[in-house]
């Protein structure tokens, strides 16, 4: 685009340009490889996402022993099927009861369990997500579409760069004889950050 004086000017927000600006600079004095950063962005955005939870959560839901080693170390239970690393070095799972339901938010900034679900996504990082997950956390469910039953207590973890948190969902009713890949079809991303359930086996999963 360009204004009256003819300047040229992006159309990319500001702090999309300072990263810009960094990383030029950061490859240009040779501190950074660029086919290095690709490669993290890469991984993140197309290999790593909610599938991996959605699996953890299946497991949990099927093995008993393990959701056990969940609930008391996630971050070495995760570790059991291969996911860990970058952002996920100090995981807790947290599980949702009749009595309790849990919702994950990051007040400070947008701290996220990657290795599980992947790179946040944008409402998560937004402060008014940020700020009202806390303060009124039954209206934010309400705008996912989830109302709880009123004697269900909400729960609000605050993540930090050192705890990152996942959210072990019911398991939906009807789903006996599941294996954990057809239940694992039915976690979605938002219920392991707490704004859904996981879904109903006749809207989500295919039963065979
Ligand atoms: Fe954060």
């Given at each position: 685009m360009n204004d009256?004086?003819?300047?040229?000017h992006s159309e990319l927000p500001e702090v999309a340009l300072r990263v810009r600006a960094l990383e030029t600079i950061l490859v240009d004095?040779?501190?950074?490889?660029?086919?290095?950063?690709?490669?993290?962005?890469?991984?993140?955005?197309i290999k790593i996402g909610p599938r991996n939870g959605a699996r953890v959560v299946a497991k949990a839901w099927t093995d008993a022993r393990f959701r056990e080693r969940l609930l008391t170390n996630a971050t070495s239970a995760i570790g059991e099927l291969?996911?860990?690393?970058?952002?996920?070095?100090?995981?807790?799972?947290?599980?949702?009861?009749?009595?309790?339901?849990?919702?994950i938010v990051c007040t400070l900034c947008s701290c996220y369990p990657w290795p599980v679900l992947g790179l946040p996504p944008v409402w998560y990082k937004s402060p008014a997500y940020r700020s009202r997950a806390v303060l009124d956390p039954r209206g934010v469910?309400?705008?996912?579409?989830?109302?709880?039953?009123?004697?269900t207590e909400i729960r609000v973890w605050d993540s930090t760069a050192e705890l990152?948190?996942?959210?072990?969902p019911m398991r939906p009713e009807k789903t006996d004889?599941?294996?954990?890949?057809?239940?694992?079809a039915l976690v979605t991303r938002d219920?392991?950050?707490g704004v859904g359930l996981a879904l109903s086996p006749q809207f989500g999963g295919e039963k065979s």
């Amino acid at each position: 685009m360009n204004d009256k004086s003819g300047h040229a000017h992006s159309e990319l927000p500001e702090v999309a340009l300072r990263v810009r600006a960094l990383e030029t600079i950061l490859v240009d004095k040779g501190y950074v490889d660029p086919a290095a950063l690709d490669a993290i962005v890469e991984t993140y955005e197309i290999k790593i996402g909610p599938r991996n939870g959605a699996r953890v959560v299946a497991k949990a839901w099927t093995d008993a022993r393990f959701r056990e080693r969940l609930l008391t170390n996630a971050t070495s239970a995760i570790g059991e099927l291969g996911f860990g690393g970058r952002q996920g070095e100090h995981m807790v799972a947290v599980e949702n009861t009749p009595k309790q339901h849990n919702l994950i938010v990051c007040t400070l900034c947008s701290c996220y369990p990657w290795p599980v679900l992947g790179l946040p996504p944008v409402w998560y990082k937004s402060p008014a997500y940020r700020s009202r997950a806390v303060l009124d956390p039954r209206g934010v469910l309400a705008e996912f579409g989830l109302t709880l039953a009123a004697d269900t207590e909400i729960r609000v973890w605050d993540s930090t760069a050192e705890l990152r948190y996942l959210v072990v969902p019911m398991r939906p009713e009807k789903t006996d004889g599941f294996s954990e890949e057809q239940l694992a079809a039915l976690v979605t991303r938002d219920s392991m950050i707490g704004v859904g359930l996981a879904l109903s086996p006749q809207f989500g999963g295919e039963k065979s």
